[in-house]
């Protein structure tokens, strides 16, 4: 089969595209026929060795929609031909096949195409795991979505939505913006405009929100925490640096800042985040954005995209 592969860490260039072997199917595993493979910026610093644990050569991906090609003994819930989406794998989603193991295959429900199942796991997973059990949302409660354009902020925004609460979100572009408005948010705001704070506290009559989202804390944590409400609290999803806070404002409001790996989620809470999922997905709350279809040979050129301004839902790869 093709697969992506890297020998060495670096830059989006060492993403090759190689001959590999098919992964023979052990007990408790699945072999899926890859149709489409989200590609997550968690990749891309895995790629500049993040994670110098990977053992090498490594093919990266955990996310890919597709057919269940086969299955190892012991394997009852799936069978061959079903349609999935992969939420970890044992050999990586950069390629033609991927094995799993089954705990890590869910469904793909039939309104879904593969493209739209290879954008569920890490962006939906971790907007739920941010949302539900880092916030504790409640529904009537503000959420500010702090990049709400790209993979999780697009989730979150259906996913808040739907859960009653009242949201606000921002993008970077018009483009972006259009997007979070379709997707349900009732304010969006542009990030990059020097009163957008401003434009919140109005949006909340000066009482700030409860929650955020937050996907660049390294530029916006400081700023977060001048408009939070009482008893607000940042979920930190995304950062890439450090940055300075003024903890009285925290003590003002008696506030949290929070924050989150997907990593941390026991199986237990996957299971119990995938069976959400699946209901949102079935009843059409959640619906995956692609915003760009890319051939897994160019998947160097998607690791370049996936890290520019101007967010607009997934990038995925066809094998
Ligand atoms: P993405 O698709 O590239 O989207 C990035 C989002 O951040 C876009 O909405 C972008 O908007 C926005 N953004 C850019 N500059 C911003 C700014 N100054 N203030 C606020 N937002 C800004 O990425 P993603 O997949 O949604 O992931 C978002 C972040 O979360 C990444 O850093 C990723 O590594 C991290 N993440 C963490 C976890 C975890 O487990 N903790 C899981 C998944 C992702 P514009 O492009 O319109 O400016």
New binding site residues.
């Given amino acids: 089969m093709k697969a992506i592969r890297i020998h060495q860490f670096g830059d989006p260039d060492v993403l090759k595209l190689e001959d590999a072997p098919l992964p023979a199917v052990g007990a408790g595993q699945v072999l899926v026929k890859v149709q489409a493979i989200g590609v997550?910026?968690?990749e891309t610093?895995q790629r500049s060795g993040s994670n110098p644990a990977i053992q090498l050569p490594w093919t990266p991906g955990m996310d890919a929609a597709g057919l269940v090609e086969a299955v190892g003994a012991g394997v009852t819930e799936l069978q061959r031909g079903d349609r999935v989406y992969t939420s970890d794998t044992v050999t990586g989603s950069y390629a033609e096949f991927v094995l799993c193991d089954q705990t890590s295959v869910h469904r793909l429900p039939a309104n879904l195409s593969f493209q739209q199942g290879a954008a569920i796991n890490?962006?939906y997973a971790?907007a739920y795991?941010?949302l539900h059990h880092r916030a504790r949302a409640l529904a009537g409660e503000v959420v500010l979505i702090?990049?709400?354009?790209?993979?999780?902020?697009?989730a979150a925004t259906q996913m808040a939505r739907a859960a009653g609460l009242s949201v606000i979100g921002?993008?970077?572009?018009d483009a972006?913006r259009k997007l979070v408005a379709e997707q349900g948010a009732h304010h969006v705001v542009d990030?990059?405009d020097s009163g957008y704070l401003e434009q919140i506290l109005q949006l909340t009559e000066g009482r700030g929100v409860d929650i955020i989202l937050?996907?660049?804390a390294n530029?916006?944590l400081g700023k977060d925490l001048t408009v939070l409400a009482k008893h607000g609290r940042v979920i930190?999803?995304?950062?890439?640096g450090n940055v300075e806070i003024t903890p009285r404002e925290l003590m003002k409001r008696d506030a949290d800042i929070r924050?989150?790996?997907?990593?941390n989620a026991s199986a237990s809470e996957l299971a119990s985040i995938h069976a959400a999922l699946g209901a949102g997905l079935e009843n059409g709350t959640l619906r995956p954005v692609v915003g760009r279809e890319m051939r897994l040979a160019d998947a160097a050129k998607a690791h370049v995209a996936?890290?520019?301004?101007?967010?607009y839902?997934?990038i995925v790869l066809l094998p």
């Fill in positions: 997550n910026p968690v610093y890490i962006p971790t795991r941010a702090h990049g709400a354009s790209g993979g999780v902020g697009i921002t993008a970077g572009t972006g990030h990059r937050e996907m660049l530029v916006n930190v999803i995304g950062s890439r924050a989150m790996t997907l990593f996936v890290l520019e301004p101007g967010a839902g997934k």
